[in-house]
Nanobody
Framework: LQLVESGGGLVQPGGSLRLSCAAS????????IGWFRQAPGKEREGVSC????????KYADSVKGRFTISRDNAKNMVYLQMNSLKPEDTAVYFC???????????????WGQGTQVTVSS
């Protein structure tokens, strides 16, 4: 499995970014996909995840109401729309996959290389 993240960058506080997670070499339809982030000196944390058909989503409390996860299985893509960004959202963002139906944050694997998001004025 190979996942490739893109869409990161430098944005001012209050701004928006849309991250993309592309699947290569496999069909995304069967996998739940999660977005995670890791800030310098901190452990990796789950941000949001979406079930294989997009019927279930989950968000970390810190991003609820600001981030939206979505997927387009026809394009083999998963997205993370990030609005009202804060400096504390600065991190490397990763996507990961799991075949489990009743998944938790620890069930995800096949990590991509990550994309840097920096929120700063």
């Amino acid at each position: 499995l190979q996942l490739v993240e893109s869409g990161g960058g430098l944005v001012q506080p209050g701004g928006s970014l849309r991250l993309s997670c592309a699947a290569s070499g496999f069909i995304l339809d069967y996998f739940a996909i999660g977005w995670f982030r890791q800030a310098p000196g901190k452990e990796r944390e789950g941000v949001s995840c979406i079930s294989s058909r997009g019927l279930r989503t989950k968000y970390a409390d810190s991003v609820k109401g600001r981030f939206t996860i979505s997927r387009d299985n026809a394009k083999n893509m998963v997205y993370l729309q990030m609005n009202s960004l804060k400096p504390e959202d600065t991190a490397v963002y990763f996507c990961a996959a799991t075949l489990r139906i009743d998944y938790d944050w620890s069930d995800f694997g096949s990590w991509g290389q990550g994309t840097q998001v920096t929120v700063s004025s």
